[in-house]
């Protein structure tokens, strides 16, 4: 997307579950030395959401604050939209499941999902803006909910102790007349190749109910080789980035704020400087929330927002990496 089209943030909210499970519980439970997951996945502590938190009531919860922010009525909505990487349930879309946490199922406002990993809520911009340009849309919610923690082997010291479960939302809407909010730039590519280095391997349908496969457990826990995800990441993310500033008429000294995608302490540190990022313009909440896959990237725009980081005028460049694998990045006038 090259053309800048009038997209304005209207509210944002997250949902923190109740319960917190520091690094040194991995310690323990896979016997290192304490503080060895911290430094390996750069988490110190993040949110294991209960029995009774589910994704779609983390959502709707996230939606809420959202909604309110934006001061509007979930009534007012005119379309639902998850990018949860992992649904609650193969069916129905979790966009559904959250209309109904938010006691909205009997209202007929659109619902469904788009799924890109966790660069979701790039993708969710990048369409919602085309359709509230064609005049389809006037106010969309985006929910990202994600329970990865129940999607993990727990004796994999990789992964265990770099995840965490949340819930963040956006409400999106037109930038009305004298508003310069906008989607100043949008970039995405995937290179299929390395499909195989992030993955979940059942759940679908290439291992199907009666399948002898599926006795093995492990089908049906998050995979990732991440030396291959750095890799990619590290060959393919500069030029996207040259790309995606060119097409907005930034430079990166031009950026307020960079909200990148909370991949792992390592991943972000690789990025910065292999980018060439000012680490006090960007926004970090890995320490204190794990990587919440596609929640990550609103969870961090949340947080940029309600701390005074990105203001009102000024502009932000979202990046990261998906499975896919993906690389993807907008620029935004807030």
Sequence with gaps: ????????????????????????????????????????????????AGDDETASWMGARAAEAALHAAGIDASALDAIVSTCAVMEQPIPCQAALVQRALGLGGSGIPAFDINATCLGFLVALDLIAASIAAGRYRRVLVVASEVPSRGLRADDPVTAPLFGDGAAAVVLGAAAPGEDSALLAWRMETFADGADACRIRGGGTRIAPGDPRNDDRDAYRFEMDGPATFRTAGRRLPRLLTRLLESAGLTTDALDCIVPHQASGGGLDRMMQALRLPEARTVRILGEHGNQVAASLPHALHHAIHAGRLQRGQTCLLLGTGAGLSVGGAVLRY
């Design 1 to 48: 997307m090259d053309a800048p089209a009038g997209l304005r943030i209207l509210g944002t909210g997250c949902h923190h579950p109740a319960q917190r499970v520091a690094s040194t519980v991995f310690d323990t439970r896979l016997g290192l030395a304490p503080g060895s997951s911290e430094a390996a996945t750069g988490v110190a502590m993040r949110g294991v």
